[in-house]
């Protein structure tokens, strides 16, 4: 079992609309967790970290974990073309560990 | 550009034949993280250095690829007698790992093809 796991996709949906990207973990040690966004041909680029249960929000985007369940979301808000991407959950395994993407595209 | 640099961005070759990528990390960053990425995969670890001191290898490492970072500044990926199984991007990240939060900064990788 990976540590790390995603809900593959891949994902559509209109602009505007609400997204909800998730993953789940098995390490209970995994103390925080980041979010990547990866455009096409691009190296993952760091969107948002979070750490402990509860919700983060940054402008149009919110983490949440749920240690509980060991889940982990993503939720983007107002959803835009340009944020048609692949996105990565990725824990602290004793080095960084991916999920292994979900792909969205934003139809305009 | 004060990113994570890598060279070159793309790269074929014939099997058997060997390549050398090159990752220039963010200047005051310690640490410095190789990662491998196949089409619809997240990236999988490859090997890290703190400073110039490579600190661990993954078993995905074989015997092929050799890592260096001489002065604890840039970074050298070389993969020997290539196998059409090393297609792959190889992607460079830098950290300033300080705490328990560190942050990964990747670079735009290189895409390698091996025919």
Redesign the interface.
């Known amino acids: 079992q990976k540590e790390?796991e995603?809900d593959?996709g891949p994902l559509s949906v209109p602009e505007g609309a609400i997204v909800s990207l998730n993953c789940t973990y098995s390490n209970s040690a995994f103390?925080?967790f980041?979010w990547?966004r990866q455009y096409s041909?691009?190296?993952?680029?760091?969107l948002m970290?979070t750490?402990s249960s509860g919700n983060k929000e940054d402008g149009r985007f919110t983490a949440q974990v749920d240690k509980s369940s060991k889940y982990i979301s993503l939720f983007i808000r107002d959803s835009q073309p340009s944020d048609s991407a692949t996105y990565?959950c990725?824990g602290?395994a004793?080095?960084?560990?991916?999920?292994?993407?979900t792909q969205l595209t934003v139809l305009p | 550009d004060t990113g994570v640099s890598q060279d070159p961005r793309h790269k074929i070759t014939k099997r058997g034949q060997n390549v050398t990528f090159r990752c220039d990390p963010i200047s005051e960053h310690n640490r410095l993280y190789w990662y491998r990425q196949t089409l619809g995969q997240g990236p999988e670890f490859l090997t890290y250095f703190q400073n110039e001191a490579q600190l661990e290898k993954s078993r995905l490492l074989s015997d092929r690829f050799s890592a260096e970072r001489p002065k604890g500044s840039f970074s050298t990926l070389e993969i020997q007698r290539t196998e059409q199984g090393d297609s792959a991007m190889y992607l460079c990240a830098s950290s300033l790992a300080r705490g328990q939060h560190e942050k990964l900064f990747f670079g735009s990788g290189t895409q390698l093809s091996v025919l």
């Open positions: 790390v995603q593959p103390q925080y980041m990547y041909r691009k190296g993952p680029e760091l970290y750490y990565l990725a602290p004793r080095q960084l560990t991916f999920g292994s993407g």
